[in-house]
Nanobody, 116 residues
Framework: QVQLVESGGGLVQAGGSLRLSCAAS????????MGWYRQAPGKQRELVAT???????NDADSVKGRFTISRSYGKNTVYLQMSSLKPEDTGVYYC??????????WGQGTQVTVSS
Protein backbone atom coordinates (compact mmCIF):
# COMPACT_ATOMS: atom_id res chain seq x y z
CA GLN A 1 0.00 0.00 0.00
CA VAL A 2 1.37 3.38 -1.00
CA GLN A 3 1.27 6.22 1.48
CA LEU A 4 1.66 9.85 0.53
CA VAL A 5 2.05 12.34 3.36
CA GLU A 6 1.71 16.03 2.64
CA SER A 7 3.01 18.84 4.82
CA GLY A 8 3.74 22.54 4.61
CA GLY A 9 0.29 24.04 4.32
CA GLY A 10 -0.86 26.96 6.42
CA LEU A 11 -2.14 30.50 6.50
CA VAL A 12 -0.30 33.14 4.50
CA GLN A 13 -1.01 36.64 3.32
CA ALA A 14 -1.52 37.41 -0.34
CA GLY A 15 1.82 37.79 -2.07
CA GLY A 16 3.49 35.35 0.29
CA SER A 17 5.07 31.96 -0.30
CA LEU A 18 4.72 28.40 0.93
CA ARG A 19 6.44 25.13 0.09
CA LEU A 20 4.45 21.93 0.20
CA SER A 21 6.09 18.54 0.57
CA CYS A 22 4.79 15.09 -0.26
CA ALA A 23 6.73 12.16 1.15
CA ALA A 24 6.08 8.79 -0.50
CA SER A 25 6.38 5.44 1.26
CA UNK A 26 8.26 3.92 -1.66
CA UNK A 27 10.60 5.05 -4.37
CA UNK A 28 9.09 7.71 -6.58
CA UNK A 29 10.92 6.07 -9.47
CA UNK A 30 8.11 3.49 -9.34
CA UNK A 31 5.46 6.00 -10.42
CA UNK A 32 4.65 7.07 -13.95
CA UNK A 33 3.48 10.45 -12.77
CA MET A 34 3.22 12.51 -9.60
CA GLY A 35 1.83 15.87 -8.84
CA TRP A 36 -0.40 18.22 -6.95
CA TYR A 37 -4.12 18.89 -7.14
CA ARG A 38 -6.27 21.25 -5.13
CA GLN A 39 -9.87 21.59 -4.15
CA ALA A 40 -11.46 24.87 -3.15
CA PRO A 41 -14.70 24.93 -1.13
CA GLY A 42 -17.64 24.10 -3.36
CA LYS A 43 -15.46 23.33 -6.35
CA GLN A 44 -14.12 20.23 -8.02
CA ARG A 45 -10.60 19.04 -7.51
CA GLU A 46 -8.29 20.50 -10.15
CA LEU A 47 -4.79 19.91 -11.41
CA VAL A 48 -2.12 22.28 -10.15
CA ALA A 49 1.15 20.81 -11.38
CA THR A 50 2.37 17.36 -12.35
CA UNK A 51 5.41 15.68 -13.81
CA UNK A 52 5.82 12.41 -15.64
CA UNK A 53 8.56 9.83 -15.31
CA UNK A 54 9.92 11.15 -18.60
CA UNK A 55 10.39 14.57 -17.04
CA UNK A 56 7.49 16.36 -18.71
CA UNK A 57 5.75 18.86 -16.45
CA ASN A 58 2.23 20.18 -16.74
CA ASP A 59 1.13 23.30 -14.87
CA ALA A 60 -2.31 24.85 -14.66
CA ASP A 61 -2.47 28.19 -16.46
CA SER A 62 -3.53 29.86 -13.21
CA VAL A 63 -0.24 28.99 -11.49
CA LYS A 64 2.28 29.31 -14.30
CA GLY A 65 5.13 31.57 -13.34
CA ARG A 66 4.19 31.36 -9.66
CA PHE A 67 4.34 27.67 -8.68
CA THR A 68 7.15 25.21 -9.31
CA ILE A 69 7.01 21.45 -8.90
CA SER A 70 10.18 19.56 -8.10
CA ARG A 71 11.27 16.25 -6.60
CA SER A 72 14.03 14.57 -4.69
CA TYR A 73 14.54 10.94 -5.66
CA GLY A 74 16.85 10.43 -2.73
CA LYS A 75 14.17 11.54 -0.28
CA ASN A 76 11.22 10.11 -2.25
CA THR A 77 9.61 13.51 -1.91
CA VAL A 78 7.79 15.85 -4.26
CA TYR A 79 7.62 19.57 -3.59
CA LEU A 80 5.43 22.43 -4.67
CA GLN A 81 7.00 25.85 -4.25
CA MET A 82 4.24 28.45 -4.29
CA SER A 83 5.01 32.14 -4.63
CA SER A 84 2.96 35.29 -5.18
CA LEU A 85 0.03 33.54 -3.58
CA LYS A 86 -3.48 34.84 -4.21
CA PRO A 87 -6.69 34.35 -2.23
CA GLU A 88 -8.00 32.19 -5.08
CA ASP A 89 -5.17 29.73 -4.37
CA THR A 90 -6.95 28.81 -1.14
CA GLY A 91 -7.94 25.18 -0.86
CA VAL A 92 -6.91 21.73 0.19
CA TYR A 93 -3.85 20.59 -1.72
CA TYR A 94 -3.49 16.88 -2.46
CA CYS A 95 -0.50 14.90 -3.57
CA UNK A 96 -1.14 12.29 -6.26
CA UNK A 97 0.88 9.41 -7.63
CA UNK A 98 -0.04 7.14 -10.53
CA UNK A 99 1.70 3.84 -11.09
CA UNK A 100 2.31 1.87 -14.27
CA UNK A 101 -1.05 0.09 -13.84
CA UNK A 102 -2.75 3.52 -13.72
CA UNK A 103 -3.66 3.11 -10.05
CA UNK A 104 -4.05 6.50 -8.38
CA UNK A 105 -2.86 7.16 -4.86
CA TRP A 106 -3.76 10.24 -2.85
CA GLY A 107 -2.47 11.89 0.27
CA GLN A 108 -4.74 13.15 3.01
CA GLY A 109 -4.42 16.76 1.87
CA THR A 110 -3.00 19.90 3.42
CA GLN A 111 -4.89 23.15 3.83
CA VAL A 112 -3.59 26.32 2.23
CA THR A 113 -5.34 29.56 3.13
CA VAL A 114 -4.36 32.85 1.53
CA SER A 115 -5.75 35.97 3.16
CA SER A 116 -6.28 39.19 1.26
Amino acid sequence: QVQLVESGGGLVQAGGSLRLSCAASRSIFSFNAMGWYRQAPGKQRELVATFSSGGTTNDADSVKGRFTISRSYGKNTVYLQMSSLKPEDTGVYYCNARDIMKNDYWGQGTQVTVSS
